[in-house]
């Protein structure tokens, strides 16, 4: 009987402790598994949200108005191809920090990187502002980069920028904006362009080299037209 009654509080001990490993290791868990999902929607070289980052900014906005920025850096592959790519990786990383930084203060922003030197911004608006928006990040991107070996670069983009309705289909409002994008392009590039959203939203082709074709007719088009 002595012997039980001293067996009790060590089985008690036990007890406590194996409880605070299991909390511990499920802690550990957790804290994995966040870590794995946010890992899985940034981008490594930036730390912008990447494509999954986006997907589920817009899935959060889908009931509310938003304006939406698409840019790419004019003249990037001669970047890598004159300077190499730590410096092409240099400009990206400090484009996005700029990019970052004109969305620092909104609620429910983001920017993230699609890959290459194709960035995106969206923000929740309940008035339309996407134009200036785009002119935002003309001139965040306006002063010099410094690269590797201390050169500095004079980086420009052509931004597409449109606004969105609640309800708008992603796709569809992508697309605006790389048509938008597209005339910037062919307007000489360092400026911000607009989607007409009074011309509807563009369809989306499901093919795609359809969609590739389609795109490079538009660039014809408008730079026919600029």
């Known amino acids: ?16 402790a194996g409880h605070v490993w299991a909390a511990q290791t499920a802690r550990s868990q957790r804290v994995q598994l966040v870590r794995a999902r946010r890992d899985a929607a940034t981008d490594p070289l930036t730390g912008l949200s990447n494509r999954a980052g986006l997907h589920e900014a817009l899935a959060a906005m889908a009931g509310e108005p938003y304006d939406l920025v698409l840019l790419d850096v004019d003249g990037f592959k001669q970047i890598n191809d004159a300077y190499g790519h730590d410096a092409g990786d240099a400009v990206l990383v400090e484009a996005a920090g700029r990019l970052a930084d004109v969305l620092d203060e909104v609620d429910g922003a983001c920017v993230a990187r699609l890959g290459g030197d194709e960035m995106v911004l969206v923000c929740p608006s309940p008035a339309p502002i996407a134009g200036m928006l785009g002119a935002e990040v ?22 597409g920028a449109v606004s969105a309705m609640a309800g708008d289909d992603p796709l569809r409002v992508m697309k605006a904006a790389d048509i938008a994008l597209y005339k910037a392009k062919a307007a000489g590039g360092d400026r911000a362009a607009e989607y007409d959203r009074a011309a509807g939203l563009p369809q989306v082709e499901s093919r795609p080299v359809v969609r590739l074709r389609a795109m490079a007719g538009t660039a014809r088009v408008l730079g026919g037209a600029a």
Not at 1 to 16: E, I, R
Not at 138 to 159: C, F, K
């Open 1 to 16: 009987m002595k012997a039980l009654k001293m067996l009790l509080p060590a089985a008690a001990v036990l007890s406590l």
């Open 138 to 159: 003309v001139r965040a991107l306006a002063a010099p980069i410094t690269v590797p070996g201390g050169r500095e670069l004079a980086v420009r983009a052509s931004v």
